[in-house]
């Protein structure tokens, strides 16, 4: 990057909010930042502050949900004779004939959850309880694999 160029983007970082069209013009360079730096980035109107996102790192995502925990458990019931997946804060479950069946369904179930969140968050935002989980719901995108999101959960695969 040209000096000037450096010290334009260190001026545009330094200030409260990046306008769009300085993102727009130079995105690899301020995504670099991120990325690079651990740098919290907020983009928007200059003119309409209130019209703004914010881009972080993954890292730091991941510092701000950090101590997010689940409550979680696998049990047998001895009622319908069948296991039962749960994790409390969702009050989301599966049943099964194998603990293994009812933490995949239980999965299956979470998975479902979380894309009809964050596919219609607005409406969801509306509720405190979800409010409430938003960092639940932030952690469990985090996830890149089913294996993850199981252990985050809690599921011991047996």
Same mark, same amino acid.
């Given at each position: 990057m040209k000096k000037k160029k450096v010290q334009d983007m260190n001026a545009a970082m330094s200030r409260p909010m990046?306008?769009?069209k300085d993102f &727009? #013009?130079?995105m690899a360079d301020f995504l670099k930042e991120v990325y690079d730096k651990n740098k919290v980035l907020r983009v928007g109107k200059? &003119? &309409?502050?209130e019209e703004s996102v914010v881009i972080l790192s993954n890292v730091v995502l991941g510092k701000l949900v950090g101590d997010t925990k689940f409550n979680s458990e696998v049990r047998?019931?001895?009622t319908t004779k069948q296991y039962v997946a749960t994790v409390h804060c969702f009050n989301a479950d599966g049943v099964g004939d194998t603990a293994e069946e009812a933490i995949e369904m239980t999965l #299956?179930?979470?998975e479902d959850?979380?894309?009809d969140f964050f596919n219609d968050m607005n409406w969801y935002l509306r509720s405190p309880k979800h409010v409430e989980l938003l960092s639940h719901y932030i +952690?469990? +995108?985090m996830t890149d694999s089913r294996e993850q999101l199981t252990e985050?959960?809690?599921?011991v695969r047996r």
């Open positions: 990046v306008g769009t &727009r #013009d130079d200059i &003119r &309409r502050p047998f019931d001895e #299956d179930n979470i959850l979380v894309d +952690k469990l +995108k985050l959960l809690g599921f």
